[in-house]
């Protein structure tokens, strides 16, 4: 049995600072909201997927929702984890285990810190691999500063054009209304803030917010009955590389070099077909080495490439991160799951100001979300379109 699949709904929750409520209810939100931008009754979600929250993710998160779910996913590789998961989702309804499946998300990030819920710096642990890296203090922000200046190093990519990401982000971010952070920066303001992990400065780093997102994925006979426009799944590719730093092989490399060729390569599609890319940015060197990676410049050449403008929704050549990403839209912790919902809507042209359009004027045809877990240890990649 083989189906195709669409994203038929998908919605954030509210986002940005959120002092008075929980991650639960982030979710039920969330879901609610994507629920009826399908226009589907609850009662066909026979599949869900989640994960970060909870003893028994996702068991406890579907009895909070009221879920009674015969096809569940919890698979928590950070970052990626959403774009793997909407993977694991469409085998499973094209191959008839599943029918229609909700994916959720919600976190209270920024809110724990500040009522003191949870430090500043989430800690991996200590055990396992991790047990070889943490007596010497090397935090997460650390690892991803260290892989960007090995970049510097090999390809003479310079601060100045990780900042021009930093840059167009914001710029995009400007023309979303459910931006945390809309007021346009210049790169001397990313260079001049407070230094993080050497080459990051603050404005390298994404922001740290509240807030959920929830998209539901059904078979193609459910299409005709939504009350929205369905966005398909193409292809998807996924790939883990490695636990620690010192397994890494080439720091310049990030696992999306494998997920998008598979996510490409399944789709039938190029990279130069692909209208926008979501793509994780937790720093700024994850924009610039994953777009090297999954084949929009050559290895080595993403610091030419995204310092002339290509970046942005007005104008560029490539926009990307059209919301903002979590550079400066907003960033709840695993924050692959937004990257699907701006590809659906950007695919459906419900962008507002933000709104890409193709070469030829017309809505986008072809988006790619490209999600990265840990360290650089994990990449999910899913190819759209309308």
């Given at each position: 049995?083989?189906?195709?699949?669409?994203?038929?709904?998908?919605?954030?929750?509210?986002?940005?600072?959120?002092?008075?409520?929980?991650?639960?209810?982030?979710h039920a939100?969330?879901?609610?909201?994507a629920?009826?931008?399908?226009?589907?009754?609850?009662?066909?979600?026979?599949g869900?997927?989640?994960?970060?929250?909870?003893?028994?993710?996702?068991?406890?998160?579907?009895?909070?929702?009221?879920?009674?779910?015969?096809?569940?996913d919890?698979?928590?590789?950070?970052?990626?984890?959403?774009?793997?998961?909407?993977?694991?989702?469409?085998?499973?309804?094209?191959?008839?285990?599943?029918?229609?499946?909700?994916?959720?998300?919600?976190?209270?990030?920024?809110?724990?810190?500040?009522?003191?819920?949870?430090?500043?710096?989430l800690?991996?642990?200590?055990?396992?691999?991790?047990?070889?890296?943490?007596?010497?203090?090397?935090?997460?922000?650390?690892?991803?500063?260290?892989?960007?200046?090995?970049?510097?190093?090999?390809?003479?990519?310079?601060?100045?054009?990780?900042?021009?990401?930093?840059?167009?982000?914001?710029?995009?971010?400007?023309?979303?209304?459910?931006?945390?952070?809309?007021?346009?920066?210049?790169?001397?303001?990313?260079?001049?803030?407070?230094?993080?992990?050497?080459?990051?400065?603050?404005?390298h780093?994404?922001?740290?917010s509240?807030?959920?997102?929830?998209?539901?994925?059904?078979?193609?006979?459910?299409?005709?009955?939504?009350?929205?426009?369905?966005?398909?799944?193409?292809?998807?590719?996924?790939?883990?590389s490695?636990?620690?730093?010192?397994e890494?092989?080439?720091?310049?490399?990030?696992?999306a070099?494998?997920?998008?060729?598979?996510?490409?390569?399944?789709?039938?599609v190029?990279?130069?077909?692909?209208?926008?890319?979501e793509?994780?940015?937790?720093?700024?060197?994850?924009?610039?080495?994953?777009?090297?990676?999954?084949?929009?410049?050559?290895?080595?050449?993403?610091?030419?490439f995204?310092?002339?403008?290509?970046?942005?929704?007005?104008?560029?050549?490539?926009?990307?991160?059209?919301?903002?990403?979590?550079?400066?839209?907003?960033?709840?912790?695993?924050?692959?799951?937004?990257?699907?919902?701006?590809?659906?809507?950007q695919?459906?042209?419900?962008?507002?100001?933000?709104?890409?359009?193709?070469?030829?004027?017309d809505?986008?045809?072809?988006?790619?979300?490209?999600?990265?877990?840990?360290?650089?240890?994990?990449?999910?990649?899913?190819?759209?379109?309308?």
């Amino acid at each position: 049995m083989t189906r195709k699949v669409a994203v038929v709904g998908a919605a954030l929750s509210d986002c940005g600072r959120l002092d008075d409520t929980t991650p639960y209810a982030l979710h039920a939100q969330a879901a609610r909201r994507a629920l009826a931008d399908a226009g589907l009754d609850r009662g066909l979600i026979d599949g869900f997927a989640s994960a970060g929250l909870g003893t028994l993710a996702p068991v406890e998160v579907a009895d909070y929702l009221g879920l009674r779910p015969t096809w569940v996913d919890s698979t928590s590789v950070g970052g990626s984890t959403w774009e793997v998961m909407a993977a694991h989702a469409t085998d499973a309804i094209a191959a008839g285990h599943a029918n229609v499946v909700l994916l959720a998300y919600g976190s209270t990030a920024r809110a724990d810190v500040r009522a003191g819920r949870r430090g500043g710096t989430l800690s991996f642990g200590s055990r396992g691999p991790s047990q070889f890296e943490v007596p010497y203090g090397h935090t997460l922000i650390a690892k991803y500063a260290m892989a960007a200046r090995r970049h510097m190093i090999e390809f003479g990519t310079t601060v100045e054009q990780l900042a021009s990401v930093a840059v167009q982000a914001r710029a995009n971010a400007s023309l979303n209304p459910e931006a945390m952070f809309r007021t346009p920066i210049t790169e001397a303001d990313v260079l001049d803030g407070e230094l993080i992990a050497d080459p990051f400065t603050k404005l390298h780093c994404c922001v740290r917010s509240d807030g959920g997102a929830a998209v539901l994925l059904a078979a193609e006979e459910y299409v005709r009955d939504c009350r929205s426009a369905p966005v398909w799944v193409l292809g998807s590719g996924e790939h883990v590389s490695h636990a620690s730093m010192s397994e890494w092989a080439d720091f310049t490399v990030s696992p999306a070099a494998v997920s998008g060729r598979i996510a490409f390569e399944r789709a039938g599609v190029e990279p130069a077909d692909i209208d926008f890319a979501e793509i994780y940015d937790a720093f700024t060197y994850m924009t610039l080495v994953t777009l090297e990676d999954l084949g929009f410049c050559a290895k080595g050449e993403g610091g030419a490439f995204v310092e002339k403008g290509r970046l942005l929704v007005e104008g560029g050549e490539l926009p990307v991160n059209t919301d903002g990403g979590g550079l400066s839209a907003q960033h709840p912790g695993m924050r692959g799951l937004f990257l699907l919902v701006e590809a659906v809507r950007q695919l459906r042209g419900e962008a507002g100001a933000r709104q890409v359009r193709s070469r030829d004027g017309d809505l986008p045809r072809l988006g790619v979300a490209s999600g990265t877990g840990g360290w650089f240890c994990s990449s999910g990649t899913v190819v759209l379109g309308r």
